[in-house]
């Protein structure tokens, strides 16, 4: 599952920092029978290690971020790698963002994510972005742009198998076997910290199964 946000302002200008990003789709697309996630890394390890101090089957996906801070009349950018981990919360799905950039801001930055159920037949990732701090006197950083991808693509997972860790590729969500008719549809909702709110819809075409075929619409 790919999520991707990108958020437009007026030329030579920083959109106001982002503090929440919910994203709803299709609960077919569920992360509970995945594969993904079978162990978790807790904030404190993530915060004070970085990525490198969680298990390998706690990962769950990777992405890239891209800041802007206005600094006079100029416009810094900074990209940041981003590793999805998850993280523990009894009976619900927990993630842990974290986001790894070097300049101007040289500090990881770390932001959790939930998943919820509802409404109806849906469910939503709901991610809360802290307030990030960048140069003396100028504005927190804001975030123009989240491309993150929750799959096991590029992960190894390992399990004991006689007394050996064996090396594997998780399998990552399975299709369902019928699709709604014109494809699965998203919603993303994105709230500011000047108070503001906005949302865009996007509908997934639906997919092809390994053996060519196409996931029915139903």
């Not at 992960?155 to 594997?168: G, M, S």
């Amino acid at each position: 599952m790919n999520i991707s946000v990108e958020i437009a302002a007026p030329a030579n200008r920083a959109p106001p920092p982002l503090t929440a990003f919910d994203v709803t789709y299709p609960r077919d697309l569920g992360f509970d029978v995945s594969g993904l996630g079978l162990a978790t890394c807790s904030q404190t390890s993530l915060e004070s290690f970085g990525p490198s101090a969680c298990p390998p089957n706690s990962y769950i996906g990777r992405g890239s971020a891209l800041a802007e801070i206005p600094v006079g009349p100029e416009i810094i950018r900074e990209t940041a790698e981003v590793t999805i981990v998850r993280a523990p919360k009894e009976g619900q799905i927990a993630l842990l963002f974290y986001a790894n950039g070097e300049s101007p801001v040289s500090a990881p930055i770390v932001f959790p994510g939930l998943l919820v159920p509802g409404p109806g037949d849906n469910e939503s990732i709901d991610i809360d972005v802290p307030l990030v701090p960048s140069l003396p006197e100028a504005p927190d950083v804001a975030l123009v742009r989240l491309h993150a991808t929750l799959g096991p693509q590029g992960l190894t997972y390992y399990e004991h198998i006689r007394h050996h860790l064996v090396p594997y590729r998780p399998q990552g969500i399975l299709l369902p076997n019928k699709c709604p008719r014109g494809g699965f549809p998203f919603r993303a909702t994105l709230s500011f910290l000047d108070g503001s709110h906005t949302h865009t819809d996007s509908t997934v075409p639906c997919p092809v199964h390994d053996n060519g075929k196409k996931v029915v619409e139903s």
